[in-house]
Structure formats: C-alpha cells, structure tokens
C-alpha cells in the first residue's frame, strides 16, 4: 500500500519492512491502517534494534488496544504461541525481554515528549474528537515524531513461568473440566468465580 501523503516517509524501514508492506500488513491483520498499529511498530522497531538480533524474546504489551496487534505484526510472538502477554493496566507501552533470563526493554510513550507533536499527543490524550485528525494529518505526524516521542528502560521482568512450561493437565473436581495442575487443585474459574454465568440459570 502507498499513500500518497506519506510519500516523505518512503524509505522508512520499519522491523525490516519497507512502509508499504508494513501498511499492508497493518491492514491485513487489523482490517485498516491503525495510528496506533503504526505507533506500536516504531515502538517494537526500537525495543527490537536494543535488545538485538540474537536474542530470542518475548513480549508483554500493557494494553490490550492496537499494542497486541503491532507485536502480533511485526514480531514471531503471537498471543496464540504464549510469547505475548497482555497485561491491562491501560498504558501504551511494551516490553522486549530475553525469554531465557528476563533482561529487557521496556518502550513507553513519553507524554513529556509526546506533547512537542501537537497532533499526535492531541489524538493520543483524545483532546480532539477523531475527525479532527484524518489518517491523512495523523499518520505523517505519527512517523515524523519517530522515536522522539519515546522513552525507554532496561527491566527485568519477573514471572519468567508466564512464557515457560505449560506443566501436567488435570481434571478439576469441581468442574469437570481439564486445566493446568500447577494453577492448584481447582481450576481458576473454580477458585476465583468465572467471568461468566450460564445463561439459563
Ligand atoms: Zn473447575
């Protein structure tokens, strides 16, 4: 996909794509070309260049809007193969950890920076309604911005059992239904109340 308004931004290479099929993909995975997919990918394009190439990684993204997909995008870690967590504590950051020992990078939108980019710190902060800022004005400034509009940290993340053994499976007495034994001896929906209820009860 080429976009006219973005033509500035070209030879931009972005987790090893050019901009046109990073678009594409955007808007083959998410079903449209996302501001924040977009910013999530030069987000993990710098997590990724800091951590390296030779280290095999994980991922923990903390929102569960746009985040999960950038990751799902442009990294090996999906959701479905457990190297992605999302955690919810509604922040727009991520973190790229060595899946061996936990040493990492955590990527954050600076909000201190952010605000020398009016349009996207506007959009970012939902200060404007959404059709104030067309993809047309949003994306350019999204990829002028660049990096400036980043921090980041090396971390240690902790729960390294999030990304390793999946362990024995068992059947939980109390439902009947098979679950991971090292979760205890009931399953999660038993001991902690389900997040649903039967419809006919
Ligand atoms: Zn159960």
Redesign the pocket.
């Known amino acids: 996909m080429r976009l006219e308004y973005l033509h500035d931004f070209e030879d931009l290479v972005l987790s090893g794509l050019t901009l046109s099929d990073a678009l594409d993909k955007i808007e083959g995975f998410h079903g449209s070309v996302a501001p924040g997919i977009l910013m999530g990918g030069l987000m993990i394009d710098l997590a990724q260049e800091l951590i390296g190439a030779s280290i095999l990684y994980n991922v923990v993204v903390e929102t569960p809007y746009c985040l999960p997909d950038a990751v799902q995008i442009f990294t090996p870690c999906t959701v479905g193969n457990n190297w992605l967590k999302v955690v919810d504590y509604g922040r727009f950051a991520v973190s790229v950890y060595d899946k061996d020992n936990g040493e990492g990078i955590r990527v954050w939108v600076d909000l201190n920076k952010l605000e020398h980019f009016p349009d996207v710190f506007n959009w970012f902060l939902k200060r404007v309604p959404k059709k104030a800022l067309p993809l047309e004005v949003l994306l350019p400034a999204i990829l002028l911005a660049g990096r400036e509009m980043f921090s980041y940290g090396h971390v240690q993340v902790f729960d390294l059992a999030w990304g390793v053994k999946k362990g024995d499976v068992g059947v ?6 098979s ?1 991971p034994v090292n979760h205890g001896k ?6 902690e109340g389900p997040y649903y209820r039967a419809a006919d009860e």
């Open positions: 939980c007495p109390a439902c009947g239904e679950y009931i399953c999660r929906a038993c001991a």
